[in-house]
C-alpha cells in the first residue's frame, strides 16, 4: 500500500478566528486568507493542514453536522522550552483561547498544558522538562 497522510483538515465556523489562532503558534498562513472557503498551509516536512468553512462542507455533503461535547482531535505543538509553554499558553488565553488544563509538569517528563481552538479542538502545548 502507499497510502501517505498528507492532510488533516479544519471546519471551522469562523474561519478569520481560526486562522488567527493558528498563526499565533507560527503557521504560515496568507494574510490574505480569511474570507477564503478553503485555506491550506504547508508544515514542515510538507504535511498540509487545511481549514473549511462549515458551508464549504455542507455544499458538497449536505448532512456533514458539528459535533458535540468535547473535543474529538488534538493538534500537539512542541515548543523549544517549558518556558515556552507557558508563554505561548498565556498569550492564547490572552487572545480569547479557552483553558482546557492549566500548564503542569508532567509525570511523563513535559511541561504540558491544553487550550481549544476557536473551534472547540484541543491544542496542546509541550516541551520536555530536561
Known amino acids: 500500500m502507499s497510502l501517505t497522510l498528507d492532510f488533516i483538515g479544519i ?3 469562523d474561519l478569520a478566528a481560526s486562522l488567527a489562532f ?12 480569511d474570507d477564503e472557503a478553503h485555506v491550506e498551509a504547508v508544515l514542515p516536512g510538507g504535511m498540509r493542514v487545511g481549514w473549511d468553512t462549515l458551508e464549504t462542507i455542507q455544499s458538497f455533503d449536505p448532512s456533514y453536522e ?3 461535547g468535547s473535543h ?3 493538534f500537539a505543538f512542541q515548543a523549544g522550552s517549558p518556558a515556552e509553554v507557558d508563554e505561548t499558553f498565556a498569550r492564547l488565553v490572552a487572545a480569547g483561547a479557552q ?5 503542569w ?11 481549544m481552538d476557536p473551534d ?8 520536555p522538562l530536561s
Not at 493558528?22 to 486568507?33: E, F, K, S
Not at 509538569?105 to 487550550?115: E, K, L, M
Open 11 to 13: 471546519v471551522t465556523t
Open 22 to 33: 493558528y498563526r499565533q503558534l507560527g503557521l504560515d498562513i496568507p494574510a490574505n486568507a
Open 66 to 68: 458539528r459535533s458535540t
Open 72 to 74: 474529538r482531535v488534538a
Open 99 to 103: 483553558v482546557r488544563v492549566e500548564p
Open 105 to 115: 509538569d508532567a509525570f511523563w517528563g513535559q511541561r504540558y498544558a491544553t487550550v
Open 120 to 127: 472547540g479542538n484541543a491544542v496542546d502545548l509541550y516541551a
